[in-house]
């Protein structure tokens, strides 16, 4: 059974910084492409960043700029640096794994941009 496991999350003040992290315990790891959604409340769960087994990125229009996705093949674990956060930053970040055959998504970790 596939796990990952979100870490990170928190409150922080408009214009600051976090890190996101997901530990997956899955072999093969590196063959997966990892992403990064977040839902806020009352909307969809959208995309925010994914990476795939070959290292190539892909963002949201709203986080270009200011997050930055990567990954650990050694540690099995994907980051999500967000940086000059906004309010409007503020959901439940999932992170998810999926290949040609599987999808599986973390717990989900909360995090609130607010003075």
């Known amino acids: 059974q596939v796990q990952l496991v979100e870490s990170g999350g928190g409150l922080v003040q408009p214009g600051g910084s976090l890190r996101l992290s997901c530990a997956a315990s899955?072999?093969?790891?590196?063959?997966?492409?990892m992403g990064w959604y977040r839902q806020a409340p009352g909307k969809q769960r959208d995309l925010v960043a994914d990476?795939?087994?070959?290292?190539?990125?892909n963002y949201a229009d709203s986080v270009k700029g200011r997050f930055t996705i990567s990954r650990d093949n050694v540690k099995k674990t994907v980051y999500l640096q967000m940086n000059s956060l906004k309010p409007e930053d503020t959901a439940v970040y999932y992170c998810?794994?999926?290949?040609?055959?599987?999808?599986?998504w973390g717990q989900g970790t909360q995090v609130t941009v607010s003075s």
């Open positions: 990476i795939n087994s070959s290292g190539s990125t």
């Open positions: 998810t794994l999926y290949g040609s055959s599987v999808n599986y």
């Open positions: 899955v072999s093969a790891f590196s063959i997966y492409a």
